[in-house]
């Protein structure tokens, strides 16, 4: 089982950058799908989900108007696109794959983002 993520770097703010995590060795479709973050010295927070069949996103108030969630089930991949970004936006993101009906999850390795202001 893998997930990587891949689209992270460095931004000035205002800026945009596109996250993607492409899944691998379980069915990608069956899982609810979300994007976490973590700054440094806080705990990791929930940024943004969506369901299996991409019909229902939520959002962090945080990033709500500013980010998008997508997946493409063709491709096994989860995005953000992540615009408008701000300084706290610095963070490493992560994305994680929930089974449903089971205690199934797992984690991507992380990918950093930085904000400069």
Same mark, same amino acid.
């Given at each position: 089982?893998?997930?990587?993520?891949?689209?992270?770097?460095?931004?000035?703010?205002?800026?945009?950058?596109?996250?993607?995590?492409?899944?691998?060795?379980?069915?990608?479709?069956?899982?609810?799908?979300?994007?976490?973050?973590?700054?440094?010295?806080?705990?990791? %927070?929930?940024?943004?989900?969506?369901?299996?069949?991409?019909?229902?996103?939520?959002?962090? %108030?945080?990033?709500?108007?500013?980010?998008?969630?997508?997946?493409?089930?063709?491709?096994?991949?989860?995005?953000?696109?992540?615009?408008?970004?701000?300084? %706290?936006?610095?963070?490493?993101?992560?994305?994680?794959? %929930?089974?449903?009906?089971?205690?199934?999850?797992?984690?991507?390795?992380?990918?950093?983002?930085?904000?400069?202001?």
């Amino acid at each position: 089982v893998q997930l990587v993520e891949f689209g992270g770097g460095l931004v000035q703010a205002g800026g945009s950058l596109r996250l993607s995590c492409a899944a691998s060795g379980f069915t990608f479709r069956y899982y609810v799908m979300k994007w976490y973050r973590q700054a440094p010295g806080k705990e990791r %927070e929930l940024v943004a989900g969506v369901t299996i069949d991409g019909g229902r996103k939520s959002y962090a %108030e945080s990033v709500k108007g500013r980010f998008t969630i997508s997946r493409d089930k063709r491709k096994n991949t989860l995005y953000l696109q992540m615009n408008s970004l701000k300084p %706290e936006d610095t963070a490493v993101y992560y994305c994680k794959a %929930e089974g449903q009906g089971s205690n199934t999850e797992y984690w991507g390795q992380g990918t950093q983002v930085t904000v400069s202001s």
